[in-house]
């Protein structure tokens, strides 16, 4: 049980093109998703928490209008990074809260990796 | 701010080679520490929570405890599956999740 789906795994494009990531709970609904980025061989760095039919709350430095996220319905979330350049190339992976509780696990997909070239 | 810090960075053991991995933390009014195994180029996998100091939990050959300061996963006469980058992460008053950045796990044959 608790399975995230992430799609794409891998995406390449141009810069200044937009990419839609999808983050799905495939067996439970996700009252809260959050978005991670993580650069090779370091953790995991929330960028933005979202709760379904709400905005979402974006941590300090990530810039809202870049990285548009979007909760429809309690089974997915999506990270749109707008105008991407290299320097947003990186691996961003999405996970699932199936309460809501911050004392609950996280479950997570299995992530994009994102190059622009 | 809430801190986590897990050591060793890298850890090489022979198979059947048992050894702990250490996760310090300062986070304010923990709620629950976590452990998370990641293989190179997937996402966390849930390994288990822990709640309070002395609490301890099993799955064949991981065992996670817990003090007030630290959090130790133990590792007993492990195979080379289990080579694999350990997280550990905390959650406190902030209601967010924060990592550790991780150690890397290789067991040898």
Same mark, same amino acid.
């Given at each position: 049980?608790?399975?995230?789906?992430? %799609?794409?795994?891998?995406?390449?494009?141009?810069? *200044?093109?937009?990419?839609?990531? !999808?983050? $799905?709970?495939? @067996?439970?609904?996700?009252?809260?998703?959050?978005?991670?980025?993580?650069?090779?061989?370091?953790?995991?760095?929330?960028?933005?928490?979202?709760?379904?039919?709400?905005?979402?709350?974006?941590?300090?430095?990530?810039?809202?209008?870049?990285?548009?996220?979007? %909760?429809?319905?309690?089974?997915?979330?999506?990270?749109?990074?707008?105008?991407?350049?290299?320097? @947003?190339?990186?691996?961003?992976?999405?996970?699932?809260?199936?309460? *809501?509780?911050?004392?609950?696990?996280?479950?997570? *997909? @299995?992530?994009?990796?994102?190059?622009?070239? | 701010? @809430?801190?986590?810090?897990?050591?060793?960075?890298?850890?090489?053991?022979?198979?059947?080679?048992s050894s702990s991995?250490?996760?310090?933390?300062?986070?304010?009014?923990?709620?629950?520490?976590?452990?998370? $195994?990641?293989?190179?180029?997937?996402?966390?996998?849930?390994?288990?929570?822990?709640?309070?100091?002395?609490?301890?939990?099993?799955? !064949?050959?991981l065992k996670a405890t817990?003090?007030?300061?630290?959090?130790f996963l133990h590792i007993t006469?492990?195979?080379?599956?289990?080579?694999?980058?350990?997280?550990?992460?905390?959650?406190?008053?902030?209601?967010?999740?924060?990592?550790?950045?991780?150690?890397?796990?290789?067991?040898?044959?």
């Amino acid at each position: 049980g608790a399975v995230v789906s992430q %799609h794409p795994s891998w995406v390449i494009c141009k810069s *200044g093109t937009s990419v839609k990531i !999808e983050c $799905r709970s495939l @067996d439970f609904q996700a009252t809260t998703m959050f978005w991670y980025r993580q650069f090779p061989k370091q953790s995991l760095m929330l960028m933005a928490t979202s709760n379904e039919g709400s905005k979402a709350t974006y941590e300090q430095g990530v810039e809202k209008d870049k990285f548009l996220i979007n %909760h429809a319905s309690l089974t997915l979330s999506t990270l749109t990074v707008t105008s991407a350049h290299p320097e @947003d190339s990186s691996f961003y992976i999405c996970s699932a809260s199936q309460t *809501g509780v911050s004392n609950q696990p996280q479950h997570f *997909g @299995d992530g994009t990796r994102l190059s622009i070239l | 701010e @809430d801190q986590v810090t897990q050591s060793p960075e890298a850890l090489r053991l022979q198979e059947g080679e048992s050894s702990s991995l250490n996760c310090s933390y300062t986070v304010s009014g923990l709620r629950g520490l976590f452990w998370y $195994r990641q293989d190179p180029g997937k996402g966390p996998e849930f390994l288990f929570t822990l709640y309070s100091a002395g609490e301890e939990k099993e799955k !064949e050959r991981l065992k996670a405890t817990l003090t007030k300061k630290e959090s130790f996963l133990h590792i007993t006469a492990p195979k080379p599956e289990d080579s694999a980058t350990y997280l550990c992460a905390g959650t406190g008053s902030a209601r967010q999740l924060t990592f550790g950045s991780g150690t890397q796990l290789t067991v040898l044959p």
